[in-house]
């Protein structure tokens, strides 16, 4: 009765809500012990966009569990229509079939015709063709990529589906710093640069506007009691970064899971991850965040044999241990920067660090991303003693804090991770047909020909705006500008 109550009381709420962010706060005013899931894990699978398929094969993968009275499992999927944004002859967008398009046509196949969003009740179903779970309701056309339409449907979820603990999981495309949460039909941004609409900087929610989606949500239903999301997942690649474990850490995160390297598209192992919830929660047993966390990290990490693959989780709460190790990372940067002839050997020892992004050919070339925990063990190698202890002290910090609750791998070329990965990009030339060299990547101050650059993006963070973080890039990109091919090593 209670599951049916709740099924009334959202679509109630949805009908009224074409578009999630219409949403309005409900109460359940059913809060007795028996009442209370001891989880609800939330899985926003934002399926618009090349990765439609691989939505229907993990929801089927959680059908095999389903839900139960102590185990809440919420899915919404936002579908895609099969096209893609191009330009037209005049420089105006329009959408044109995708190159992609017959797995759109595979979806249809077994999920019907369709490409809204749908909210789904996950009910436990073995036959793998097919999603037989219960739909809430059809939302219509949604942007998963406005932090305004998770913050709406995860309050919801929330405030139906209560639980002792909330999982929420974010399932899509991921880019590092650059965002996560990829909406396809709704790319379009139409402000105009040499006369073009700029599209390119895709509909999708950016580090700090999830932080804030936390916090609003767990703002509005703590009330008088004391709730946080205990764990937030990033099924998507390059997401396990520094600057988001601060992000999330300040707004009522408990702890964050993801991947510091790109995830196949596979992605997580749904039916072994909720084996395992479901299992503990019907036998009555606790599951805490870090043996959850550690199960996730290894079945994923075991659904795979060949890929290079890492998945970690950080603890995020108190953010104060974060605000320990900032201190930390800080002081090492004061010493960096009183001479600049540290500044080359902080271009080697990025250079030799874990780097992220390796399935690409030129995985040689790509450092924007690199293992926080390994660079500084480079900075510890290759700097004097006195930088070097401070560099210790990083790591030394990371450990006392015990920040990293998980950190599994598998592969040659991600041996080196350590469960965080933090943005340092390489300071790189390259040369043009005519033999001049030209800087690949600089690390701009102001926006570039329209677009939104790495460091106004960086520079949203929290751990971007008020570590010394960005002071040292600016500094090494300084210094670097006056040094040979030869020592930045095209």
Not at 241 to 259: C, D, F, R
Not at 458 to 467: A, C, N, P, R
Request: proline share 2%; charged share 30%; hydrophobic share 35%.
């Amino acid at each position: 009765m209670k599951k049916l109550l709740g099924f009334i009381m959202i679509f109630m709420i949805c009908f009224a809500m074409p578009y999630a962010e219409e949403a309005k706060p409900v109460d359940n005013t059913d809060n007795s012990e028996e009442q209370i899931a001891d989880w609800t894990v939330f899985v926003y699978m934002c399926a618009d966009n090349d990765l439609e398929p691989f939505a229907f094969f993990d929801l089927n993968e959680m059908e095999q569990i389903g839900s139960s009275k102590k185990l809440n499992i919420i899915a919404l999927v936002d579908r895609w229509d099969g096209y893609d944004w191009k330009y037209g002859p005049d420089g105006t967008p329009v959408r044109e079939k995708s190159d992609k398009y017959n797995m759109h046509e595979f979806s249809n196949k077994y999920w019907g015709e369709w490409s809204t969003a749908k909210l789904y009740y996950v009910t436990k179903d073995e036959d793998v063709n097919a999603v037989s779970s219960l739909e809430i309701k059809d939302l219509g056309e949604i942007d998963t990529g406005n932090p305004k339409t998770l913050e709406s449907i995860l309050g919801v979820v929330m405030k139906v589906y209560k639980a002792k603990n909330y999982f929420t999981v974010i399932w899509n495309h991921g880019n590092g710093i650059e965002g996560v949460g990829y909406d396809d039909q709704a790319s379009l941004d139409k402000t105009k640069t040499d006369g073009k609409y700029v599209y390119m900087n895709k509909s999708k929610l950016s580090g700090p506007e999830l932080g804030k989606v936390f916090s609003n949500v767990v703002a509005k239903i703590t009330a008088k009691d004391e709730v946080k999301m205990d764990m937030v997942g990033f099924d998507a690649c390059l997401m396990s970064m520094y600057s988001h474990h601060y992000e999330l850490a300040s707004n009522g995160v408990k702890t964050v899971i993801g991947s510091q390297e790109l995830e196949p598209g596979n992605g997580w192992p749904y039916m072994d991850i909720l084996y395992y919830l479901r299992k503990m929660t019907d036998e009555s047993k606790a599951v805490t965040t870090n043996n959850l966390a550690t199960w996730i990290a290894r079945r994923y990490i075991a659904s795979y044999e060949k890929d290079q693959v890492t998945m970690a989780c950080v603890k995020t709460d108190p953010v104060t241990a974060l605000d320990a190790v900032n201190a930390k990372i800080d002081a090492l940067i004061d010493k960096i920067l009183s001479s600049e002839e540290n500044m080359l050997k902080l271009h080697e020892a990025a250079k030799i660090s874990q780097r992220y992004n390796t399935g690409n050919e030129q995985m040689d070339k790509f450092v924007y991303y690199v293992d926080l925990i390994d660079f500084i063990k480079n900075i510890e190698q290759g700097f004097d003693k006195e930088t070097a202890e401070l560099a210790k002290a990083v790591i030394d910090e990371i450990g006392s804090q015990k920040i990293i609750i998980a950190n599994e791998k598998k592969g040659s070329l991600v041996k080196d991770s350590n469960g965080i990965a933090i943005y340092f990009p390489l300071y790189r030339r390259a040369k043009d047909k005519e033999g001049n060299a030209y800087l690949i990547k600089p690390y701009i101050t102001d926006t570039y020909k329209g677009y939104v650059t790495e460091r106004e993006i960086f520079k949203e963070f929290k751990f971007g705006s008020t570590s010394k973080w960005d002071k040292m890039l600016v500094e090494y990109y300084k210094a670097m500008e006056s040094k040979t091919d030869e020592e930045v090593a095209l």
